[in-house]
């Protein structure tokens, strides 16, 4: 927080982004069933941008602008910009946009708001959501207020006698596959199955709820698990988000601080 400041009403914060993630998934979704627009691609062609994306993003901006003028905003289709009150918003407005113009329901909308600017590894998060409009939820954490599915509070799975459920995704550049994959079979040991969603803040939610054991990807970006690692700490687990050197592509990780650990040696052992 910016001097004089007061500190900032996460439970506020959780209802705010709730209440705009619900409008921005219906508008998402009606979107969809008109027919998705390819608008562009991003870092690759696998990597899309649709028009929908964009209008999600800027319905959420300018509910946020409305609501709280001066909050700094972080946007994965507009970028960013500082603001002057210390809480800076983290905006994927569809996460699973190859789902998304494919038809598949496992896309979501993400908004968290963090203290601290822009980046993660110096921010501290104080509300997330991801909101599946398909699948009808909503997942919400405030700061020291624990995670919800609805009204319901989330709890990360703590045993997994038979292997570990993990989700995990793969980078749209081809050259990352070969890495990727090489990460996979030193965790499979620990695995008793994987699932690949498309959605990294949906898959977070997933770990939240105790649907999935775990999950691990390289090369996020900050609105792709800014919510979703709220998500999983206030459900009482662990996310983190690996220095490796020489690397770009930074590792995360979610799931009980067990299992963290565990899968976090087999990702760092030597091939």
Same mark, same amino acid.
Request: hydrophobic share 40%; net charge negative; aromatic share 4%.
């Given at each position: 927080m910016t001097a004089g400041t007061a500190a900032p009403d996460v439970d506020a914060l959780r209802s705010l982004a709730a209440e705009i993630a619900l409008e921005a998934g219906e508008l998402a979704r009606r979107r969809r069933a008109e027919g998705v627009s !390819?608008?562009?691609?991003? %870092?690759? &062609?696998?990597?899309?941008?649709?028009?929908?994306?964009?209008?999600?993003?800027? $319905? !959420? /901006?300018?509910? $946020?602008? +409305?609501?709280?003028? *001066?909050?700094g905003f972080l946007g994965e289709e507009s970028g960013?910009?500082?603001?002057?009150?210390?809480?800076?918003?983290?905006?994927?407005? !569809?996460?699973g946009t190859v789902n998304y113009a494919g038809g598949f329901p496992t896309y979501c909308v993400s908004i968290a708001a963090v203290a601290g600017g822009d980046d993660p590894d110096t921010w501290s998060a104080l509300a997330g959501v991801v909101h599946a409009p398909v699948l009808g939820e909503l997942f919400t954490a405030a700061r020291g207020h624990g995670a919800r599915l *609805?009204?319901?509070? =989330?709890?990360? %799975?703590?045993?997994?006698?038979?292997?570990? &459920?993990l989700g995990t995704g793969f980078g749209y550049d081809p +050259?990352?596959?070969?890495g990727d994959l090489a990460t996979v079979r030193r965790v499979l040991p620990l695995v008793r199955d994987l699932r690949r969603m498309g959605a990294a803040a949906l898959d977070l939610a997933y770990v939240a709820a105790g649907r999935l054991d775990g999950y691990f990807e390289r090369g996020l970006k900050p609105w792709d @698990?800014? +919510? *979703?690692? =709220? =998500?999983?700490?206030?459900? *009482? #687990? /662990? @996310?983190?988000? $690996?220095?490796?050197? #020489? %690397? +770009? /592509? /930074?590792m995360c990780v979610a799931g009980s601080a067990e299992l963290v650990a565990d899968l976090v040696e087999r990702i760092r052992a030597v091939p």
């Open positions: !390819i608008a562009a691609t991003k %870092s690759t &062609l696998a990597d899309i941008v649709t028009e929908a994306d964009r209008e999600v993003e800027q $319905l !959420i /901006r300018d509910r $946020l602008d +409305a609501e709280r003028p *001066g909050d960013g910009d500082p603001g002057t009150t210390g809480v800076t918003w983290v905006v994927d407005p !569809i996460d *609805g009204a319901v509070p =989330l709890q990360v %799975s703590t045993e997994n006698p038979a292997g570990a &459920l +050259a990352t596959h070969d @698990f800014a +919510a *979703g690692a =709220l =998500l999983v700490e206030e459900a *009482g #687990g /662990r @996310f983190e988000r $690996l220095v490796e050197p #020489g %690397s +770009a /592509r /930074r």
